[in-house]
T-cell receptor, first 113, second 114 residues
Framework: QKEVEQNSGPLSVPEGAIASLNCTYS??????FFWYRQYSGKSPELIMS????GDKEDGRFTAQLNKASQYVSLLIRDSQPSDSATYLC?????????????FGGGTRVLVKP | DVKVTQSSRYLVKRTGEKVFLECVQD?????MFWYRQDPGLGLRLIYF???????EKGDIPEGYSVSREKKERFSLILESASTNQTSMYLC?????????????FGSGTRLTVV
């Protein structure tokens, strides 16, 4: 079992719709959770972080965390063609010496006009 | 504007050459990381460093070494480049203990070994 799992996609979404991305993780000690957006040929860019159970909203993005079920999700409302990218989920178990993220394989999202 | 800077965007090297990839950050981060990213394989950690002169192996350290002589600079060295090291190389940095904050990535170096 991979430590962080994501559906590779592609997730095809009509423009204006909600894109829903899911991520599950295996380490119950994970404490910090992140979503990165990566455009083709570019480096990952941090778009959301979440540390406690529940929802966190930032503009058109909402991150949802459920530690009991070990999943974190990302909702993109009013999807735009510019949201077409690969979205990486990352989790962190803070250790005494280091802060090392474990990344999922990413979900490719295609927003069609 | 805070950032992580990688010295080259594209590199072409010959098999057997010694290759240096440089990364500099201006955010006073303790941690620095080197990843490679290949289609279908995702991000794979090569090495990371949580302090000056400290280093730890990641998941795929074979054929690589690193150097961290100053806090802001982390170098990845390919001792003898091989074609299977053709990849996108990404440097990242983060704080060590501040609530486990996320990484900031550099823009990447696309290395081709011929």
């Amino acid at each position: 079992q991979k430590e962080v799992e994501q559906n590779s996609g592609p997730l095809s979404v009509p423009e204006g719709a909600i894109a829903s991305l899911n991520c599950t993780y295996s380490d119950r000690g994970s404490q910090s959770f992140f979503w990165y957006r990566q455009y083709s040929g570019k480096s990952p860019e941090l778009i959301m972080s979440i540390y406690s159970n529940g929802d966190k909203e930032d503009g058109r993005f909402t991150a949802q965390l459920n530690k009991a079920s070990q999943y974190v999700s990302l909702l993109i409302r009013d999807s735009q063609p510019s949201d077409s990218a690969t979205y990486l989920c990352a989790v962190n178990r803070i250790k005494a010496a280091g802060n090392k993220l474990t990344f999922g394989g990413g979900t490719r999202v295609l927003v069609k006009p | 504007d805070v950032k992580v800077t990688q010295s080259s965007r594209y590199l072409v090297k010959r098999t057997g050459e010694k290759v240096f990839l440089e990364c500099v950050q201006d955010m006073d981060h303790e941690n620095m990381f080197w990843y490679r990213q290949d289609p279908g394989l995702g991000l794979r950690l090569i090495y990371f460093s949580y302090d000056v002169k400290m280093k730890e192996k990641g998941d795929i350290p074979e054929g690589y070494s690193v150097s961290r002589e100053k806090k802001e600079r982390f170098s990845l060295i390919l001792e003898s480049a091989s074609t299977n090291q053709t990849s996108m190389y990404l440097c990242a940095s983060s704080f060590r203990d501040r609530g486990g904050g996320g990484y900031t990535f550099g823009s990447g170096t696309r290395l081709t070994v011929v």
